[in-house]
């Protein structure tokens, strides 16, 4: 049965916006339909400050992975693309939390879902809030729209002007 799901892409290394587009990309061929994608927005680093700026974007997926079949997927897609772990919350050149799973909730050594910092990240929650402004977070029963007014995350988060 499938799924949707949204996902968070996050980058600030490298070509940041190519990276963000070979993302979607990939996720298009390798875990099911992209239904919607956010606009791409700009925001200072969260966790830890001296690093560059992100570029994040939301998609919308519709998936017949299960959640840690997606998630194997998205860590492969990831080391394609060049992501090294080395700190947390260090600089990467791409990054892709699954979010929300339809109204799932799943709490696995590997994987929680919803993703647990969601409702404390701007820059997670505007272009999730642009894309899906009515759904509800299954934990919080909040809209992304009701989180976003109350998250206490102070960082800006705007709109990048993209090169195309």
């Given at each position: 049965m499938k799924q949707e799901a949204y996902l968070l892409l996050g980058t600030n290394l490298g070509n940041r916006q190519a990276l963000l587009d070979l993302a979607v990309h990939s996720l298009a061929e390798e875990a099911g339909e992209i239904s919607a994608i956010s606009s791409i927005y700009e925001s200072m680093a969260w966790g830890k400050h001296d690093q560059p700026d992100y570029l994040n974007q939301v998609v919308k997926l519709t998936t017949p992975l299960t959640p840690l079949q997606l998630l194997k997927i998205?860590?492969?897609i990831e080391r394609k693309l060049g992501r090294e772990r080395h700190q947390k919350w260090g600089p990467r050149l791409i990054d892709i939390d699954i979010l929300l799973y339809g109204?799932?909730?799943?709490d696995h050594p590997q994987l929680q879902i919803p993703h647990p910092h969601l409702p404390n990240r701007r820059f997670a929650l505007v272009p999730l809030q642009e894309i899906a402004p009515g759904v509800i977070h299954p934990a919080h029963q909040k809209t992304i729209t009701e989180l976003l007014a109350c998250t206490p995350d102070p960082l800006g988060v705007r709109r990048f002007r993209t090169g195309k």
């Open positions: 998205i860590n492969e109204n799932r909730v799943v």
